[in-house]
């Protein structure tokens, strides 16, 4: 067997295709691939569809890709936090797909299921239904939502072993599993590269089987994206 364990985020994504479906995990600047993120940015992959709940900051995560006019479209649910994603979308260079956080977790969680599409009552009556089928059942009306998958996700991870089984801390579990889920090569970056039997099999959120690719992480995720303290 092959091994999933390379050396960085460099060699683990450069076959990425210009062009293709990129999910990137993380919730806010929690748990996002920032190795990955900038292996991109260095590879100059352009005309990427960008999956993420968020568009990360001003200053951090996808901003760097944004900056460097590598992604084209983005399907995001929050966005409020990323002056140059407001830019780009105002000024028509950069597609957006906004999505209800919820469907848009069910969405990636269907793709990595198997499961093409599914009906919800959210967005039922608003923009998000527009050319979608819409369905009443059990006298309630649901709107037709597909799955999504990519070609590529990257994610971050507290820990993993080399075989590929993930174990993820607090809110970096978010979304970060979906994503290894839906993506049909996985690249994980972990703070924390163990050898095989040394995770509590109880314990592994992302099993081996959803992941192709893994290395150790060289950045570290410190960064606080709303700092909010009480005054002394």
């Keep these: ?7 960085d985020a460099a060699s683990a994504l450069a076959d ?16 996002i691939a920032q190795d990955c993120i900038m292996a991109v940015r260095a590879l100059g992959r352009t005309n990427l569809t960008v999956v ?17 006019k590598q992604i084209r479209k983005m399907i995001s649910s929050y966005v409020g936090e990323n002056e140059v994603f407001e ?23 269907a793709g990595g299921a198997g499961i093409p599409a599914f009906y919800t009552a959210t967005g039922v009556g608003t ?18 939502e597909r799955a999504i998958r990519g070609d590529f996700a990257i994610v971050r991870a507290h820990r993993g072993d ?14 970060n599993p979906l994503m290894a889920a839906a993506g049909k090569i996985t690249v994980a970056e972990v703070e924390e590269l163990v050898e095989p039997g040394q995770l509590d099999p109880d314990l592994i959120h ?11 992480a060289q950045s570290r995720n410190t960064v606080i994206e709303r700092r909010t303290v009480r005054p002394r």
């Design 16 to 31: 990425l295709p210009d062009g293709a479906t990129l999910l990137s995990g993380g919730f806010g600047l929690c748990g």
């Design 162 to 175: 080399t075989l590929g089984n993930l174990v993820f801390r607090k809110t970096a579990r978010n979304f």
């Design 127 to 144: 923009v998000v239904a527009e050319g979608k089928d819409v369905r009443e059942f059990d006298g309630r009306q649901y709107v037709l």
């Design 206 to 216: 992302t099993p081996a089987i959803y992941v192709q690719r893994i290395f150790k």
């Design 52 to 68: 993420s709940n968020n568009a990360g900051t001003t200053e951090h995560g996808l901003v760097h890709l944004l900056r460097n």
């Design 87 to 109: 830019q780009q979308m105002l000024g028509g260079t950069l597609e957006v797909e906004l999505v209800p956080q919820g469907t848009l977790a069910e969405r990636i969680r």
């Design 1 to 7: 067997m092959n091994s999933k364990v390379f050396k």
